[in-house]
């Protein structure tokens, strides 16, 4: 039987995370077409928002619950005690996002642990669809998420369940550079009303000014998602280097 070959990584490899760029950043700009963006800038809320619960939750508080709405608002309902706590549960939901873009990254370099990495957020997903998901929005939109990511890791291919994590941690990492702004405002405008920004409840914990902390986390977001992208062109090279092509239908590499 002979063996069909292709050329995924490392060609295909550069391809999806070009390709995820391109949709992500300009998708947004393109007249009559801009509703397509809508499901990346929910899914940026929902990575800030579970960045604040579970930020609450491994410093020793409680993640309650968990509302998104359709404006792309969202709020995460949490406990804390203490300064340090309330500090690091709000700077959760801003470097969050490129925290998990990182992590995403560094295991889509490759196939067979990008699919595995899939599966394992789509647990997590619906893990906090079943524990903190508490309005109607928000079930049936990370409800729908969490169907496709199983569809995908169930019936694609290892390449597209590495392509959907490249993607995945683009939007991650493009919300961090989108959403900016949000990073140097003391209020946020919110479905349930203006509130505090992150940063200035931080500025409110810990006294320096709230640029101060936004500045910080902006800095922390840029170096995890550079790091995120090393991890991810560096095993690309790797591969290149080994001259190796990919064999369709055994999902390894074979050394010409």
């Not at 990346?40 to 409680?62: K, P, Q």
């Not at 997590?124 to 998420?145: K, Q, S, Y």
Request: glycine fraction near 10%; proline fraction near 4%; aromatic fraction near 10%.
């Amino acid at each position: 039987m002979v063996e069909k070959r292709t050329s995924l990584p490392p060609k295909n490899a550069l391809i999806a995370l070009v390709v995820s760029a391109g949709v992500t950043l300009v998708l947004p700009h393109i007249p009559g077409v801009r509703y397509l963006a809508w499901p990346l800038m929910l899914l940026s809320t929902l990575a800030h928002e579970l960045g604040h619960g579970v930020a609450a939750a491994i410093s020793g508080g409680d993640f309650m619950r968990f509302e998104m709405h359709a404006d792309g608002s969202g709020v995460a309902m949490t406990a804390t005690q203490g300064r340090l706590q309330s500090a690091f549960t709000s700077a959760g939901g801003l470097v969050g996002p490129a925290l998990t873009s990182m992590l995403l990254f560094a295991v889509a370099r490759k196939e067979k642990l990008a699919r595995i990495a899939l599966g394992g957020l789509a647990a997590l997903l619906g893990l906090a669809l079943i524990l903190v998901v508490r309005n109607l929005f928000g079930f049936f939109f990370v409800l729908a998420l969490v169907g496709l990511l199983g569809l995908i890791v169930r019936y694609g291919n290892d390449w597209w369940a590495r392509f959907t994590l490249v993607f995945i941690a683009v939007n991650l990492a493009a919300s961090v550079f989108t959403r900016g702004d949000y990073l140097f405002t003391d209020t946020a405008n919110t479905a349930n009303g203006q509130m505090p920004s992150d940063v200035a409840q931080m500025s409110k914990a810990l006294l320096l000014p709230y640029w101060f902390w936004g500045a910080l986390c902006g800095a922390i977001s840029l170096v995890a998602l550079a790091a995120g992208l090393w991890f991810y062109l560096r095993g690309e090279k790797r591969r290149a280097a080994s001259g190796s092509v990919w064999v369709e239908g055994r999902n390894e590499p074979e050394v010409r």
